[in-house]
């Protein structure tokens, strides 16, 4: 069969430009993962970006871990020259406005977000896991969780910044009410090594009588006790969108350290923090922190980088300041 994905548009005329490339290298890699060796084409069909490859039927499996594609707006099956769309499958019922709502300063679009996640599952092994557990240890104010969430997954974000931790449980909280989710919300703690006490959220939620349960958890805390705050379960895949300014907080005693510093002393950890032969995907801006550092570092943490022909070149414009990149990383078996 001859497949047809159609991919969304994007408000940013120049980031349009590298989504066909970063779209075509995305679906390559969801394709290895899952057993298809098959070349992908672009295509413009009515003047719209396609992207088609030939395959036997696609399996439940295959099809639902394709179908979080993170640009893909229609599938369809190619015959001659008529397109005939194939129905989704049910992914999660949880809407998916959810990622899209909050704005802030630094917040990664949710389709970038997607594409971290599907890289870090499919490196990993995990594309056919049906309920992967994601963390994000420079979560922000939750994008990538709320990404996790509406795509059936459990998700893990950890941020030094308090306030943006708070911010992610209100907003989750109220968004859950208002779409009439059941959920609860748990409080406990974590006692990290110089006796700290560090806050944990876990909000229980059920989208469907038919659902699996799910959870999000969100702890203000810093990045490099990952391994520590995720001892009970290790997670199934990384996805992390590092800073793109040159100096990220804190170090210790509340210093400012650079990006390298920060991912030298925290790459050990976020290592610990997944499962073994499972992945991380780190994106970064090229500008401030060049690529060869970032492998450098991953290795120098025991990481094992996988195969640069599928892997190697994700590097795309963002803005003037900002040439983003992602290295992908193994924790070995």
Known sequence: MLYA???RSHANARYLDALVSLSLKELRCMLHACGIEADVCPR???????????????????????????SLYMTAVLE????????????????????EILK????????????????????GGQWNNPHPRILDPLCGQGTTLFCALCSGMDATGIDSNAGEIREAVRFTQKWLEYHRISHRTEKSGYTLPGGKNAPVTNI?????????????????????FSSQLTRRRRANALATDLPYGVQHSPLDHGRTGTLEQ???SALPSWLE???????AAISFNTYTLPRDTVERLAADAGFVLPPPALYGDFSHWVEQAVNRDIVVALRPM
């Open 5 to 7: 994905y159609q991919l």
């Open 44 to 70: 413009s069909l009515g003047g719209t970006p396609f992207l088609c490859f030939e395959s036997d039927p696609l399996t439940p499996s295959q099809n639902i871990f394709l179908s979080r594609h993170s």
């Open 80 to 99: 001659g020259e008529t397109l005939r769309p194939i129905d989704p499958p049910m992914i999660s019922p949880i809407p998916q406005d959810m990622p």
């Open 104 to 123: 802030y300063k630094g917040k990664t679009n949710s389709s970038f977000t997607r594409l971290l996640i599907n890289l870090s599952l499919a490196a």
């Open 204 to 224: 229980r939620l059920q989208a469907g009588p038919s659902q699996e349960p799910q959870v999000i958890t969100l702890i203000p805390a810093d990045t490099r």
């Open 262 to 264: 920060l991912l030298s």
């Open 273 to 279: 923090a997944l499962e073994p032969g499972c992945a």
